[in-house]
């Protein structure tokens, strides 16, 4: 995995995905997933981080922990 270094979290995602020549995927369940929280009356916005994020994860590049930390620090660079 890429080091904490201090390079912003969206940074250190997208130097991750390019290193393993990753691109963002969305899957079939992702669509699913996406009308079940229209359906419960809630918005669908798609963030391409989040989005790299999970195929990161799913493509075997980082753990659930680092997923989750990577992501985490990226939120926390985004609030206001």
């Known amino acids: 995995m890429v080091a904490n270094t201090m390079k912003s979290a969206e940074a250190r995602i997208y130097a991750l995905a390019a290193e393993h020549e990753i ?3 969305r ?3 992702d669509a ?3 009308k079940v929280t229209e359906l419960s009356g809630d918005e669908v916005v798609h963030d391409p981080v989040e989005d790299l ?3 990161l994860r799913r ?4 753990n659930d ?3 989750t ?3 985490w620090d990226y939120l926390q660079e985004e609030m206001p």
């Open 65 to 67: 922990q680092e997923a």
């Open 69 to 71: 930390r990577l992501y």
């Open 32 to 34: 699913w997933a996406d």
């Open 23 to 25: 691109v963002a995927e």
């Open 59 to 62: 493509k075997g590049i980082i």
């Open 53 to 55: 994020v999970v195929t």
């Open 27 to 29: 899957l079939p369940i």
